[in-house]
T-cell receptor, first 110, second 114 residues
Framework: DTEVTQTPKHLVMGMTNKKSLKCEQH?????MYWYKQKAKKPPELMFV???????INESVPSRFSPECPNSSLLNLHLHALQPEDSALYLC?????????FGPGTRLTVT | QKEVEQNSGPLSVPEGAIASLNCTYS??????FFWYRQYSGKSPELIMF????GDKEDGRFTAQLNKASQYVSLLIRDSQPSDSATYLC??????????????FGKGTKLSVKP
């Protein structure tokens, strides 16, 4: 089983809203990732958690705030986003060298 | 700067033909190579991975790796219209052990014509 789940599937938010994206995996993977993907572009790494600790933050603006409450859950808190932040947000987890993506959250910022 | 290069396509092949997708990478320390398939509006799906020089076959898919030439390819035999998607080549950075980051190519769009 290589399932990573993400909620919500779609999210529309205003620039003053606060919202959160959620990601869950029950495969015992110890590394989890957030990616951002714009249309016709490859996924762009945002954050990496390894053993529940933030190991990589790829110079992401502070309006994106990750959180890893436990080894199965990963959140991405959103605040004061800009329209250019509209994208597909992907969560992934990895074990034994292979990364598996969740279905993504399609985010639209109005 | 570590790079992964792919032809963006579109690559168009007739149904039943072999589709050949190519990828080159710059990081000589890379040891792990992956192919993801991404349908429009969906997330990337891992379809092949290869770590050793040579060929690796899985059903209609064959991954080929040549570390000396820094080249990895994906062959799809008996292509079907359902194979029409964007194929992303990804290379794991040559440090960081099992948690090293993936570097993605820009993807090749494949279109299989009935």
């Amino acid at each position: 089983d290589t399932e990573v789940t993400q909620t919500p599937k779609h999210l529309v938010m205003g620039m003053t809203n606060k919202k959160s994206l959620k990601c869950e995996q029950h495969m015992g993977h110890r590394a989890m990732y957030w990616y951002k993907q714009k249309a016709k572009k490859p996924p762009e790494l945002m954050f990496v958690y390894s053993y529940e600790k933030l190991s990589i933050n790829e110079s992401v603006p502070s309006r994106f705030s990750p959180e890893c409450p436990n080894s199965s859950l990963l959140n991405l808190h959103l605040h004061a986003l800009q329209p250019e932040d509209s994208a597909l947000y992907l969560c992934a987890s990895s074990q034994e060298n292979r990364q598996y993506f969740g279905p993504g959250t399609r985010l639209t910022v109005t | 700067q570590k790079e992964v290069e792919q032809n963006s396509g579109p690559l168009s092949v007739p149904e039943g033909a072999i589709a050949s997708l190519n990828c080159t990478y710059s990081d000589r320390g890379s040891q792990s190579f992956f192919w993801y398939r991404q349908y429009s509006g969906k997330s990337p799906e891992l379809i092949m991975f290869i770590y050793s020089n040579g060929d690796k076959e899985d059903g209609r898919f064959t991954a080929q790796l040549n570390k000396a030439s820094q080249y990895v390819s994906l062959l799809i035999r008996d292509s079907q219209p359902s194979d029409s998607a964007t194929y992303l080549c990804a290379v794991k950075e040559g440090y960081g052990g099992s948690q090293g980051n993936l570097i993605f190519g820009k993807g090749t769009k494949l279109s299989v014509k009935p």
